[in-house]
């Protein structure tokens, strides 16, 4: 099922449960997923047109009077356009707002570099109370929905719209705080976020061939980032590579080299190499920006040799 697919089922759980949950989009709907919650839900989805700065004033305005709203755009309008109301209105005001942008980094593909937000992780990173989520499949997605929305307080989550392949079993328990070790190793630590986790098990399977046993902890939370899961597998494995669909500046690589600033440990970084995105199929924008399990396995084994 598409990412959309299921985050937009959740949803209409969660209004059919409580008339206080409350959906904004910005003339996206359609491209979200939630088009069709509206007939179901008429009093209590709101279309705020193309004005996202507006979209997260009046979510603010609204979870200041007990809703508990969500808002939804492409990446780079949910996070950099609105960074103001983000930081001001929703986190320093402490409001119970949860944010969803949609097609992260290479995943807006033709769209092209105007809507293929690298950055976005980054800037909200450096804004004081805000978490920020970023599921790997579907089972994961259906599991933390709910724990988003009893969660009170700021969320940013970063959603891939359309189907992923399955990481995780049904009877996999989610920790919003708490970070996922798919397979234990001892020769490397590999940290990955987002779409990119069933690659990085792919080229787990070909280091193992080439003798390198991977660690692979799928960092779905990046802020709080897990740092007692980081340190404990970073020590034991002595070298990690982090691997993300974003800015290799500001975002999964940024916030683990934080959590190993005292550590003697080298870290190496699979992820956009500071440059803005352009138009194309994610096959091609993978190989333009080195986000395939080729680049993931070179760098693996160079992460490893600096032990």
Partial sequence: MEMRAVYAACLAEMMKKDRHVVL??????KASGTL???????D???DCGVAEQNMASIAAGLASYGFKPWIESFTPFATRRICDQ?????????????????????????NGGTHMSMEDVGVLRSIPGIVIFEPVDEVQLKAAMPVLDE??????????????????????KFDLFKADTLKEGKD????????????????????KEEGIDAEIIN??????????????????????????????????????????????????AV???????????LPYLRQATGLTVENIVATAKKAAALK
């Fill in 188 to 207: 490397l630590s590999i940290f990955v976020t987002g779409f990119l986790t069933k690659d990085v098990l792919d080229a787990a399977e070909l280091l």
């Fill in 44 to 46: 209590q989805i709101f």
């Fill in 271 to 281: 992820g956009v190499q500071d440059r803005f995105g352009e138009v194309g199929k």
């Fill in 36 to 42: 069709g919650l509206r007939k179901n839900f008429p």
């Fill in 86 to 110: 983000i930081a001001i209105s929703i986190s320093y005001a402490g409001s119970n707002v949860k944010i969803v942008g949609t097609d992260p980094g290479i995943s807006a593909e033709l």
């Fill in 151 to 172: 969660y009170v307080g700021p969320v940013y989550m970063r959603l891939f719209r359309k189907q992923l392949p399955v990481v995780f079993g049904e009877d996999y």
């Fill in 219 to 268: 960092v779905h939370t990046l802020k709080p980032i897990d740092k007692e899961t980081v340190l404990a597998s970073a020590r034991k494995t002595g070298a990690v590579l982090t691997v993300e669909n974003h800015n290799v500046i500001g975002g999964l690589h940024s916030a683990v080299l934080e959590a190993l600033a005292q550590e003697r440990i080298p870290v190496c």
């Fill in 24 to 29: 904004l989009d910005a003339d996206l709907g």
